[in-house]
């Protein structure tokens, strides 16, 4: 049974721009935004598979506005037209990104081309849309929240082109937040969560012991709605007790 959802006057709502939101986190995590009365521009590569998710969010969340634009983000002309429909946004989501090469190579042995793509989709696409966004987001308070991942802290044989770029989006966002008080930049570690890119990490192997995206948007909604201080945070930490 779907949970009916009262939403704010649209004069009233906020509006988030998430990127990578046809399916897994992203997808769960726009959702769970829309339900807690904001508006939406999301975007995905996959045409199709944007459009079922925004038909998706729609049916989930009764009276939701989704903005949906296909392309990918590492297209500067796809990111102006991006910031264009988003126009005065409150919440910046940098959640689109790839895995790299897979299955998972030493770093001894990894692609440059491919930690040249991993970096661009990881690192430059979100810093270039954060550029795009902070004037507005200034403006209005408002804030970007980053999604990275334990393979930014630890390390595991085989993540290094992954983590690698990982770690510089922390970083990044490390310094953002030092520099840019007037906003919240949160960095997120979800954890292992039961999606594509997790699968794609680990082919041929059961995944289904990770618990699907759906379960840490509350910790997310929470992290968003309260305002927390910017930081890194893990997902499991933000648990509303």
Do not use: C
């Not at 986190?25 to 598979?49: H, K, P, Q």
């Not at 849309?129 to 999604?147: D, F, K, Y």
């Not at 770029?165 to 490390?174: D, F, T, V």
């Not at 954890?191 to 618990?211: V, Y």
């Amino acid at each position: 049974m779907r949970r009916s959802h009262r939403l704010p006057s649209v004069e009233g709502m906020k509006k988030a721009l998430v990127t990578g939101a046809s399916r897994g986190l992203g997808r769960a995590l726009a959702t769970g935004l829309a339900a807690a009365g904001y508006a939406l521009v999301i975007d995905a590569r996959d045409s199709r598979a944007l459009r079922l998710a925004a038909d998706g969010i729609r049916a989930d969340v009764p009276g939701a506005d989704v903005t949906a634009l296909p392309g990918d983000v590492t297209d500067p002309a796809h990111r102006a037209v991006l910031y264009a429909a988003a126009g005065e946004i409150d919440l910046l989501v940098n959640n689109a990104g790839t895995l790299g090469a897979a299955p998972l190579p030493a770093l001894a042995d990894y692609p440059l081309a491919e930690l040249r793509a991993a970096f661009e989709a990881n690192v430059i696409a979100p810093i270039a849309l954060t550029q795009l966004s902070l004037p507005v987001l200034r403006e209005r308070g408002g804030a970007i929240l980053n999604v990275t991942s334990d393979a930014a802290v630890e390390p595991y044989a085989g993540w290094g082109g992954y983590g690698a770029a990982k770690a510089a989006i922390e970083q990044a966002s490390n310094v953002l937040a030092a520099e840019e008080t007037a906003i919240r930049v949160w960095w997120v570690d979800p954890g292992d969560l039961r999606t594509d890119m997790h699968q794609a990490a680990f082919p041929g192997e059961d995944i289904s012991d990770r618990p699907l995206p759906e379960s840490v948007v509350p910790a997310l909604v929470r992290l968003v709605t309260e305002r927390l201080p910017s930081g890194r945070y893990r997902a499991v930490e933000l648990v509303p007790a």
